[in-house]
């Protein structure tokens, strides 16, 4: 595919009346080729580029010289072993995400003529809501579209938001902790699924403790740079000490066997227990904490119906998911 835009120069006056004359101006840029650039703002390397796309990464470099030659401009610049965007290459990306932006909104607009939902849609999530919302909302989709194709994909943390404005997946379900900013990538829709309780989780079958009094027992955690794991520490911080991390998982079943075994103590989002009743004893914390559990789609898919069927599929099962989190 091809994106051409040809002028035609015959001549331009200007205010002291000499003439410029000229012929005629075409500039050809491939979609394609512009479709790679922007893989590169967002993926960062030439070798995440190929992966991603199961390209060779001297395929992506060798296509990103030929959309140079026809921008006539220099868009990459040497950085060490890798390469960065010119300023000029950031300018014509800026311009890409709009083209792209319009084109999503092109093919939702043809997708709502259509009289059957169908097609691919690609869900990121984590642990607990893949659980608790995600595959319910599948399996509700599944019902009342059958011809529509699923796919979920379990992810940690915020790399599947950038998978999105990379086009990887149509929506995610992301969360934001406590005193972590919302996201500041652009082009992305988010709206709010509910809010999940955050407790203090020890073994069963004992009294709901304190939080200073656990400083000297192990802690079970998500590891260094995760935003659980940096606000469960500022907690244990601002209750006067410095947890005392045994374990490291961004798994929390393991979180619960380790605790539920009375190896640990830590803290678990209300989510993670769904319709089951709890198996250690949780403590609400003071005050209380909540992580914001969020729907995020591209601005220019955003009411493609699969990704708005996929929407209100999540908005019903998270009703029941807000019910269990109050009680």
């Known amino acids: 595919m091809r994106d051409s835009k040809c002028f035609r120069v015959r001549s331009v006056t200007s205010s002291d009346e000499s003439v410029v004359t000229g012929g005629d101006w075409c500039v050809m840029y491939d979609l394609h080729r512009l479709r790679l650039l922007r893989e ?6 030439l070798a995440a580029v190929a992966s991603a796309l199961s390209y060779s990464p001297s395929t ?16 990459l610049e040497p950085m060490g072993r890798r390469v960065r965007l010119t300023p000029a290459a950031e300018m014509l990306v800026g311009h890409i995400e709009v083209i792209l932006d319009r084109l999503e909104q092109a093919e939702a607009d043809i997708a709502r003529a259509k009289t059957v939902l169908e097609g691919d849609l690609r869900i990121a999530t984590f642990q607990t809501a893949a659980k608790t919302l995600v595959l319910p909302a599948v399996d509700l989709l599944q019902r009342e579209h059958p011809q529509l194709r699923v796919f979920v994909h379990q992810e940690n943390e915020r790399t599947p938001l950038r998978a999105l404005v990379a086009h990887e997946f149509d929506l995610v379900i992301a969360e934001e902790y406590p005193g972590e900013p919302p996201s500041a990538l652009s082009g992305l829709h988010t709206q709010l699924l509910l809010e999940d309780p955050l407790l203090l989780a020890t073994p069963p079958d004992g009294e709901p403790p304190q939080l200073a009094a656990l400083a000297h027992l192990p802690w079970v955690m998500e590891p260094e740079g995760n935003a659980a794991r940096r606000w469960a520490s500022a907690v244990c911080r601002q209750a006067g000490f410095e947890p005392h991390v045994r374990y490291q998982s961004t798994d929390l079943t393991f979180h619960v066997r380790l605790i539920e075994a009375g190896q640990a103590v830590g803290f678990l989002p209300k989510l993670a227990w769904g319709v089951h009743a709890p198996t250690v004893t949780l403590t609400e914390l003071t005050p209380p904490n909540a992580r914001r559990v969020l729907i995020a789609t591209r601005t220019g898919s955003h009411h493609h119906p699969a990704v708005v069927a996929a929407r209100v599929a999540l908005d019903r099962i998270s009703r029941s998911a807000r ?5």
């Open 323 to 327: 019910d269990l989190t109050r009680s």
């Open 40 to 45: 590169l703002k967002h993926r960062g390397t």
């Open 60 to 75: 992506i470099s060798s296509q990103l010289s030929q959309l140079e030659a026809e921008v006539g401009v220099p868009l």
